[in-house]
């Protein structure tokens, strides 16, 4: 009998905390994915920082998250400061990040692989704290765009260094630096040629003060900015310092910050430019070809950061659903509940698998003209295609958890807040579709390489009638826009089944899995929700990468 027969609370049937200690160690796919791109030097950092990303980060990042950043417009004097406060854990969690090389390691170590381990750092990263993801993403995009021009030559040395510093100074007092970016305005995100802010140039043709305002405008406290702005020789590319040299702050006066409904522990600003000095990158005229190259990179970690949540979300729904028993059975073992979860990681481990696979094509565009097409289409098709899969996912993922997948105590929670935005910003959906058309005007050379590449030598049956239709596809999207999103799936699907299927050479597991993608994914049996694979597809394969045996 109970020492208090009246005691109503008792917790039963609920799982364990789930706490990944490690993620690096608890997911054999990345690890397979790192060697075979050349980057298995990479593996004692990747494993340091998988147990920083499953402990310390994600602990720290309840805090970053919950304690939002917060404006102050004037000090108590009354004079503009125009800074914003961070919860100290969003600084620590910055400072992780930096330290191990999530926002340079490429450029300040290049050596073959390095974008892949450096996207493998991002990738485990990002499944602990996404916010932080906003300035180590646009401080690793910015460098190459500075990097190509010595007049910036003080703020590319110490973009290199590993070193985070907060502090509200001028780069020349600083060891480390980050930098953001600004191009949408109030009339026009997408259309950035809509941009009204004003350059006007100063006598030494450098310098320009810039008069207008960014709508949105991410990390605010980073010491300088990509912006446009329409200088007397068309829209141009101009680096934006938060603090002058002399000490004084430069004019941009940050209206308020957005009331964003995920991606809390990052400040998104509206700000106005009242005359602030900037300098041009690149030629007058030209500013959209010189962000362009900042936004090619920034639009792969938007593809790695949903593969990123697939991978949290699928982890603790594999997890909830191996402890938690219903009619008499764990849910794990339930055909149904099982059959959600095997889809769930087929989606994970093709996402995954292509996301890395676009950081090693884009990593050797330089020398190789193939993977350079590869790079140059894959990129907005994964951007498109993942991040557009990633918030059903993580819903579908969030419903394993039943009810408690749907509170605030849950990451499910946070990452169905969070999920969206990959598919937003950078580009939203349309536009992604539409910079695939452009590919294909520009260098229509790119699809043949795509469709080769994807069909290999010995193609999936369920392919070859994709592979044939596909031309077909793609010159009814070019004559009517309309179709842009219905080839950059496509591309993206055979893409998948083909590294799959590849990867199935590797691990016999593996190659189930691609049989199972390519059925549910290629063939008839094609459906509009997850958990609908077809009648002989093995639900163990996939499963087995999610997490070790319990
Ligand atoms: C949290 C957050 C942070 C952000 N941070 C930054 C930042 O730091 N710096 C920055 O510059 N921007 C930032 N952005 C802005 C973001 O990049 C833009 O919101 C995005 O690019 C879309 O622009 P828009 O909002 O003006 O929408 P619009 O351009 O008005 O687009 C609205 C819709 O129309 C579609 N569309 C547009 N043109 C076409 C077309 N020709 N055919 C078919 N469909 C079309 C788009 O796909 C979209 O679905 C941020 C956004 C968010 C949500």
């Known amino acids: ?45 990747l494993a340091a920082y998988g147990a920083l990303a499953g402990g310390e980060i994600l602990a720290l990042s309840w805090e970053a998250e919950r304690d939002r950043p917060r404006l102050r417009t004037h000090d108590r004097f009354g004079h503009r400061i125009d800074r914003v406060e961070y919860h100290p854990a969003y600084h620590r969690i ?26 493998a750092l991002v990738y485990l990263h990002h499944q602990a704290e996404a916010g932080t993801n906003c300035p180590i993403t646009m401080s690793f995009a910015g460098y190459p765009v500075l990097a190509r021009d010595p007049f910036f030559g003080e703020w590319t040395t110490k973009l290199l260094v ?51 305002h960014k709508w949105f405008f991410s990390a605010p406290m980073s010491d300088g900015f990509l912006v446009l702005a329409q200088a007397p020789g068309g829209l141009s590319c101009f680096l934006l310092p938060r603090w002058l040299e002399n000490g004084a702050r430069n004019a941009i006066r940050i209206q308020r910050l957005k009331d964003k409904v995920g991606n809390r522990s990052n400040a998104s600003s509206e700000v106005e430019f009242e005359g602030a000095l900037a300098y041009r ?17 920034t639009r792969i970690d938007c593809a790695l950061g949903a593969a990123a949540e697939m991978r949290m979300a699928l ?100 990452l169905y807040r969070e999920a969206p935005l990959n598919s937003i910003w950078e580009g939203c959906g349309n536009i992604q579709c539409l910079d695939v058309l452009r590919v ?40 009517d826009p309309a179709q842009a999103r219905r080839l950059s799936e496509a591309l993206a699907l055979l893409m998948q089944a083909q590294l799959l299927r590849r990867l199935g050479e590797r691990d016999p597991r593996l190659a189930e899995a691609a049989a199972a993608f390519a059925a549910s994914r290629l063939g008839q049996a094609r459906a509009g929700a997850f958990g609908c694979l077809p009648e002989n597809a093995d639900l163990e394969a996939g499963l087995a990468l999610v997490l070790p045996p319990a």
């Open 440 to 479: 294909l005007e520009r260098e229509p050379e790119a699809l043949p390489i795509w469709l080769e590449t994807a069909g290999g030598q010995d193609p999936d049956p369920l392919a070859e009638r994709l592979l044939d239709a596909l031309p077909g596809i793609a010159e009814a999207a070019l004559r």
């Open 1 to 45: 009998m109970d020492a208090d027969p009246f005691a109503t609370h008792r917790v039963e049937n609920q799982p364990p905390p789930f706490e990944p200690a490690d993620l690096w160690a608890l997911d054999p796919l990345l690890r397979l994915l790192v060697e075979l791109h050349g980057a298995d030097w990479a593996r004692e950092r």
């Open 162 to 212: 590993p070193a985070y510093d907060p502090s509200e100074r001028p780069i020349a007092e600083k060891a480390g630096i980050t930098l953001g970016m600004g191009m949408t305005e109030k009339q026009g995100g997408s259309d950035v040629r809509a941009n009204s802010t004003r350059a006007e140039p100063l006598a030494d043709g450098r310098s320009y003060r810039l008069i207008g």
């Open 94 to 119: 910055m400072q992780l990040a930096v330290e191990h090389g999530l926002s340079n390691l490429p450029w300040r170590e290049p050596r073959p692989g390095a974008e892949v381990a450096r996207a």
């Open 281 to 297: 990158v690149g030629e007058e005229g030209r500013g959209v070809a010189t962000i362009l190259e900042m936004v090619a990179l």
């Open 315 to 414: 982890a603790q729904a594999v997890h909830h659903a191996r402890h938690r028993k219903a009619f008499g059975r764990r849910l794990i073992d339930q055909p149904l509940m099982r059959a959600v979860l095997a889809d769930l990681a087929l989606e994970w481990m093709a996402a995954l698998a292509f996301a890395l696979r676009i950081v090693a094509w884009r990593e050797r565009a330089a020398d190789d003209g193939k993977a350079a097409k590869l790079a140059r289409l894959g990129i907005p098709v994964a951007k498109y295609w993942l991040c557009k899969r990633a918030p059903a996912f993580v819903n579908e993922a969030q419903e394993c958890l039943g009810g408690a997948g749907y509170v605030e105590e849950s990451l499910l929670a946070r």
